[in-house]
């Protein structure tokens, strides 16, 4: 059975950074792509993020060049590095599958920002 585990979340300003982290287990992660998603309150859960298996990655225009997704093979575990937060940003962060999202979501990480 698929877990998807995440974490590093937080409170933080306008313009602060954050790493989140999600470790994924019952799976051969090395060959998947995973992706990064959120859904802010009051809103469908939406894409933000790819990494291929190979470690290209590809971004909704909303985060290019203030996220950085990357992955580690020997650590089943995908990262997602946000700089340059905006309140905009504000949501529960999860990972999984991309396109194909599993049907057995983490509990996300909650992220704020705030002033």
């Known amino acids: 059975q698929v877990q998807l585990v995440e974490s590093g979340g937080g409170l933080v300003h306008p313009g602060g950074s954050l790493r989140l982290s999600c470790v994924v287990s019952?799976?051969?992660?090395?060959?998947?792509?995973m992706g990064w998603y959120r859904q802010a309150p009051g809103k469908e859960r939406e894409w933000v993020a790819t990494v291929f298996s190979v470690g290209s990655t590809t971004y909704r225009e909303f985060v290019k060049g203030r996220f950085t997704m990357s992955r580690d093979n020997t650590k089943n575990t995908v990262y997602l590095q946000m700089n340059n937060l905006k309140p905009e940003d504000t949501a529960v962060y999860y990972c999984?599958?991309?396109?194909?999202?599993?049907?057995?979501w983490g509990q996300g990480t909650q992220v704020i920002v705030s002033s």
């Open positions: 999984n599958f991309y396109p194909s999202p599993s049907g057995s």
């Open positions: 019952g799976t051969i992660f090395g060959s998947k792509r």
